[in-house]
């Protein structure tokens, strides 16, 4: 009942605020929709015309609390389907909310200290960015390092359950009295947001992700890490050094001197598609608020919250359905889209194809500027149905990530063609996992489980009907070397 009653006053303060179908947009409605769009005005309140049509989801999704807010700042990631000034009334949802009173996140911090607070800080200083969840401090060590300390905000635990109940209700009703919504999966993508929002709550676990994709990172350069500095870690703390270079989220950053701002585009592209291909792991909040840049193209990432991961089949899909669209062959990407399962077999792969050119060609080798992403995203919703595409839970993380992040690289650099820069990625992925060497590496170890079932034979007990006695150690060894050098001519002629 709590749940419901919490839906119900979210849908009442979004009419209040007139920021559930907000007059603005009455020119593009049908006629109908028109009319019931007015119709829920009626109670609209005084704030109702104060503002732009941002602005009043802005305040409406900040008093309905973090999950609201994460909505918020992911649409503010596509000024390019939303509208740029829509766009930008949502962007302080990401880094500039109201902050809780320093005096208690010295309290927090204190909590997990091995000693006196002034025996670790030279200096604590106010909240320099305060989002849904946390807030950051900037303070200075004794030792002379400077760092960043994420503080949970008071309460936040019971808020984000409260939510979460509210959004399982709500996938239940969808699920019940929304027939097109069913094969998204309502209730299985609100798990997922669940667990992800769960996660994010332990800044233990924050610092172990910040860890982990700091040393991914590393390996390629495109993107960059903070240190953990784990002596200040706890359930609702972290510190990491501070961050070079100016948020992305800041307004005048892109006209920082000697930005290169392809290059900028480039490095955020291919670095999250190095991470999830190359190793399986993402960062999975990359809107401009947890990104910081530096001249020329320096990009740091921050706030480590939300780790995406794909086991090995879901980076080959992924790899080879980028690799079909770089080149062109749309009967490739539908026929792993069916391998995968993402389209039921009993759809024509032919068709598929098809609808997938109609797609992919308008836009291939086009700049960003030319291309409608919000005609694009309607194709594609229009495809999927037609195919009876469902949303796959494992996936959700990574395509809100790829819409995040194409989003984020279009305001960087409006002419950033998202096909160009996820070449070189690809393309190394596709000569690491599909060529010569991958298939002189998948006999390999082939030959070696065929031999290990045959020594198993070998040593097995004897039976009333046949005894096989194991082989000895030369005729053991000369079987390796055959396998071997049939595996090596095989890769050969094969590739």
Partial sequence: MSATLRLLGAGWRLVRADALLPRELDPYLPAGARWIARLLRLPAGAEARRGRPGERLARSFERLGPV??????????????????????????????PPFASELARVEVAAVLNGPFEAVFERFDPPVAAASLAQAHPALLRDGRKVAVKVLRPGIERQVARDVASMRKAARWADRFVPAARRLDPSAFTETVA???????????????????????????????????????????????????????????????????????????????????????FHADLHEGNLFVAAPARLTAVD?????????????????????????????????????????????????????????????????????MGRLLTQLFEITAL?????????????????????????????????????????????????????????????????QGLSRLAGAPANSVVVIKPAPRRWGALLMAMAALATAVAALVLG
């Avoid at 990631?77 to 949802?93: H, K, N, Q, S």
């Avoid at 995040?404 to 596709?430: C, F, K, L, S, Y």
């Fill in 195 to 281: 667990r992800a929002l769960a996660m994010e709550l332990d800044m233990r676990l924050e610092a172990a992700g910040a860890s982990e994709l700091g040393e991914v990172m590393a390996q390629d350069g495109y993107m960059h890490a903070p240190e953990v500095v784990w002596e200040i870690v706890g359930r609702r703390v972290l510190a990491l050094t501070w961050a070079e270079g100016v948020a992305l989220s800041d307004p005048g950053v892109l006209a920082l001197e000697g930005l290169d701002r392809p290059e900028l585009a480039n490095n955020l592209t291919r670095g999250f598609l190095a991470q999830a291909l190359d190793h399986g792991v």
């Fill in 68 to 97: 609201a807010i994460k909505l918020g700042q992911f649409l503010s990631t596509r000024a390019d389907v939303f509208g740029e000034a829509f766009a930008t009334d949502l962007a302080r949802l990401k880094d500039r909310l």
């Fill in 304 to 372: 480590f919250g939300i780790i995406g991961r794909l086991g090995p089949g879901e980076r080959r899909y992924l790899a080879e359905i980028l690799w079909g669209f770089l080149r062109r062959d749309y009967r490739r990407v539908a026929e792993v889209h069916v391998e995968a399962g993402y389209v039921p077999a009993q759809h024509s792969v032919e068709a598929f194809a098809q609808a997938l050119r109609a797609v992919g060609e308008p836009i291939f080798g086009r700049d960003a500027s030319e291309v409608s």
């Fill in 387 to 451: 195919f009876d595409m469902r949303l796959r839970p494992e996936l959700v993380l990574l395509q809100k990530t790829m819409v995040t992040v194409e989003g984020v690289a279009r305001r960087i650099d409006p002419r950033h063609d998202i096909w160009a820069a996820a070449r070189p990625v690809v393309e190394r992925w596709v000569r690491r996992e599909l060529g010569p060497a991958a298939r002189l590496r998948d006999f390999a170890g082939e030959g070696r489980r065929a031999l």
